[in-house]
């Protein structure tokens, strides 16, 4: 978690070698990403803010080519019906609504059956139904065993989906652990008034 | 194979779908065709040896090359990256060349695509027969494909945004569509602006092309040459100044 231009992006581009870093290395199940793509993404799946989609590609279209970068592809029917994007499956991506596509985009990050997941900013953009149904499609996941990385800007998406929490400042980390724990050393009672403590904006609260 | 062919079929369906592809790549090698002949098929084309219908066919089949390689590589490579679909690609255990080559063997298919519609109408309505060898005339006709495609891929290559990527294209492009002699035969031509669409690439592989197809293959060496090297060299820089991103 952290303010706009935090660095939560640029944390998830470093991490998985799409920018190079000033100094310093990022290991991902042991690996570092940039040397060892194909192996790293055969594990690790990911949705970056904003993906943009070919023009005049159907949902369908979008998941088959997605599919065909894996060895061992999820099911995307069963994913698209998971996400209630099912009907959609002949639409142009052109034609969905935003809420829409960020969902797809999760579609297409868990379509090669990671062990890993990288969200970035999932549900910015969604409204309150869209965003329990991709939050229950999450923790079902969880449950299974799979790993998420998400960063957000929603207190209670952090406290619905995440063991652990990060935030950072300008680039650093402020306070990292569970949710328990950061509310305790902050020394107060929810995680949005921790939050905006460590952010040094007490004066909002 | 098979997934990669998945995607393949895909992205050909996107240039099916696309109606600027359809316009020019399909459709306006065969209606260019259908004027030129109806107006002066029979005549002679100035002292080329050949027929307005036969040098327009030679001239109409590279259309398709041209559009595909001075439009659609470009501009779906370009695109691509500055929308960041090869960004997202990269995070994946497949590299975002795939997706290029896809795009591109999609581009070629479609230049095929064209040529073959031209030579249905030449052939089946207007009884079109070429004297040179048809083999030979495809073998000249590929390396035309390639050569200009690499022109095409170290535009999108150099280019590193959409703006500066169609000012190359249509630079590229048009001159090389109305002047080479591609779709105004070049028979038409003074004789000065003649010298000059010889030397466009294009109008080098049109020359080719022609004489193979009147049977004439005494003068291939240099003009083989001379595309077999922009294939070389355009190639080599596409694919050492690519970025993805």
Known sequence: ?205 | MKRFLTMYRVEQKLFLRTPDVLIFNLMMPLVTFLIITMIAGGKDAADSGLTYLQSAYVSLSTVGICCSAFMSIPITIVESRSQGILRRMYCSPCSPARLLACDTIASGVMAVLSTFILTVAAVGVFGYRMQGSVLVYIGVWLLTMASMFSIGLMVASLCRTTKSMNVATTVLYFPMLLFSGATIPAEVFPAGFRAVARWMPLGVGIDLLKSVSMGCYDKMAVPVFTLTAITVFCGAVAVKTFRWE
């Not at chain 1, 061992?72 to 009907?87: T, V």
């Open chain 1, 1 to 205: 978690m952290g303010h706009n231009g935090a660095g939560k992006s640029t944390t998830i581009d470093l991490i998985l070698g799409l920018k190079a870093p000033d100094g310093g290395t990022a290991t991902i199940l042991g690996m570092e990403a940039a040397k060892n793509r194909k192996q790293v993404f055969e594990r690790v799946g990911v949705q970056l803010q904003s993906t943009r989609y070919q023009a005049n590609i159907t949902v369908e279209e979008a998941c088959m080519e997605y599919a065909s970068l894996y060895a061992h592809p999820a099911d995307y029917h069963r994913l698209l019906k998971d996400f209630g994007l099912g009907a959609l499956q002949k639409s142009f991506v052109s034609k969905l609504s935003g809420g829409e596509r960020q969902k797809l985009s999760v579609v297409l990050a868990l379509i090669g059956n990671p062990e890993l997941v990288f969200l970035d900013e999932l549900t910015t953009g969604l409204d309150v139904v869209a965003r329990r149904e991709v939050w229950r499609t999450l923790k079902q996941l969880k449950e299974q065993g799979m790993t998420i990385f998400l960063t957000t800007h929603y207190m209670e998406e952090a406290e619905a989906l995440c063991d652990r929490v990060c935030i950072i400042r300008s680039g650093k980390k402020v306070v990292e652990g569970t949710l328990e724990e950061v509310i305790t050393a902050s020394g107060k009672s929810s995680l949005e008034e921790a939050y905006l403590c460590f952010m040094g904006e007490e004066e909002l609260l």
